[in-house]
C-alpha cells in the first residue's frame, strides 16, 4: 500500500518523500496542477493532483494510502485575500482528516510558529504557554488554528501525531523559503543590513527524518518540534562569510527602519499590483529570538542532529547550480 505525502514539490515535502523512497516504500504526492514535479519524478512516486481545498481530490488521494504524511500549506506571510490561507490551511487540514479515516498513521507538519516563545530569550519547547492571541498575522493565525484541528483529532481517536519544524536549510529550496531567500540574497550581495533576531537552524533532510521517525515512533496527540541549533541571524551571516568567502554585512537596522522600509515596500508594490517583499509581518516576527529545545524529539524519536553548516553548504551549492545567484 503507498504512502501519500500532501505538499511534496514543495521544500519540506520533497525531502520527506524523498526519505520515504529511500527506505524502499511506495509514495503517492498529491500536488497542484500548477506545482513544478520534475524533481519528484525523479524519484518515482506517483503524482495525484489536487488542491486542499478541493474535498473529492483529497478522497481519491487517501484511499488506499496507509499512511499520510500532511505536509501542504499556503505558506505566505502576506496575502491579498487572507480567507485563502484559513481555507487552505485550517478547512484543508480538516478535509485531509476526514479523508484519511482509514489510515493506520498520519503525520501533521505543523510549525513552531504556532508554539510559545520564552519572554527570557531562551529557548521554548512543546509546553510553553500559547494562544492564538500570540500569533502574528494570518499565516500563524491559520497554521494554529490548523494544529488545534489534527489536536482534536487526536483526541477523537485518530491516529495523529503533530510535528513543528523549526527553520529548515538546504537543497531543493525550489520556492524559495523566506529563510531559503536570506541566502539567496546573501549569495547576489543584496542584503545591506540584519535586524537582531533569531532562529532554530535545522538541516531539512533531518526534518524529513524527523517525519518518518514520528510515523513509527511517536505517541498520537503529541508534539514533536524537529529543530537543531539556535543561531542569532548575525552569526547565520556569518556562517554563510565562511561559506562562501563572501564578506558578510556589518550594519545592524534598528527596528523602526525596517517597519518604515516594510510599510514603504508594502505601499510601493501594491500600487504595482505586486506582492510586497519586505512583509510587515515578517518584521513583527523579527522582534523576537525565536530559539526551540529540539529535546523531546531527540528523546522520544531519536531525531538526527547534522551540523547546519552541510545544510547551508548544499543550499548554497543548489542554488548556484539553479541558477538563482
Known amino acids: 500500500m503507498a504512502v501519500l505525502v500532501t505538499g511534496g514539490s514543495g521544500f519540506v515535502g520533497y525531502h520527506v518523500v524523498r526519505a520515504l523512497r529511500a527506505s524502499g516504500q511506495p509514495v503517492r504526492a498529491l500536488v497542484r496542477a500548477s506545482s513544478r514535479v520534475e524533481h519528484l519524478q525523479a524519484l518515482g512516486v506517483e ?4 488542491d486542499l481545498r478541493d474535498a473529492a481530490s483529497l478522497q481519491a488521494a487517501c484511499r488506499g494510502c496507509r499512511q499520510v504524511y500532511h505536509v501542504a500549506a499556503d505558506y ?70 490548523a494544529e488545534q484541528v489534527a489536536r482534536e483529532a487526536a483526541a477523537a481517536g485518530q491516529p495523529v501525531v503533530i510535528v513543528n519544524p523549526s527553520t529548515p536549510v538546504g537543497d531543493h529550496d525550489v520556492k524559495p523559503t523566506p529563510t531559503g531567500q536570506i541566502i539567496v540574497d546573501f549569495l547576489r550581495g543584496r542584503m545591506p543590513g540584519f535586524v537582531r533576531t533569531g532562529l532554530n537552524l535545522v538541516d531539512v533532510r533531518d526534518v524529513a527524518a524527523g517525519h ?41 537596522v534598528p527596528y523602526a527602519v525596517a517597519y518604515a522600509a516594510a510599510y514603504a515596500d508594502t505601499a510601493w508594490n501594491l500600487l504595482r499590483g505586486r506582492e510586497p517583499q519586505i512583509p510587515v509581518e515578517g518584521v513583527r516576527m523579527s522582534r523576537h529570538l525565536m530559539y526551540f529545545s529540539p529535546a523531546k524529539a531527540i528523546a522520544e524519536l531519536g531525531l538526527p542532529q547534522s551540523p547546519v553548516e552541510g545544510a547551508l553548504q548544499r543550499a548554497i551549492d543548489w542554488f548556484r547550480a539553479n541558477g538563482y545567484a
Open 212 to 252: 518518518l521517525l514520528a510515523a513509527e515512533r511517536g505517541r498520537v496527540g503529541e508534539c514533536y518540534i524537529l529543530g537543531g541549533r539556535d543561531l542569532t541571524l548575525a552569526a547565520i551571516l556569518a556562517l554563510l562569510a565562511t561559506l562562501t568567502g563572501r564578506r558578510r554585512p556589518r550594519l545592524r
Open 76 to 145: 505566505r506571510l502576506w496575502a491579498r485575500r487572507p480567507q485563502d490561507l484559513y481555507e487552505s490551511n485550517v478547512e484543508g487540514t480538516r478535509a485531509l482528516l476526514q479523508a484519511a479515516g482509514e489510515a493506520e498513521r498520519i503525520v501533521y507538519t505543523s510549525s513552531v510558529g504556532c508554539l510559545g516563545l520564552r519572554p527570557d530569550g531562551q529557548p521554548a519547547d512543546e509546553t510553553t504557554p500559547v494562544g492564538l492571541a500570540d500569533m502574528i498575522g494570518h499565516y500563524k493565525r491559520s497554521k494554529y488554528l
Open 47 to 50: 503524482l495525484v493532483s489536487g
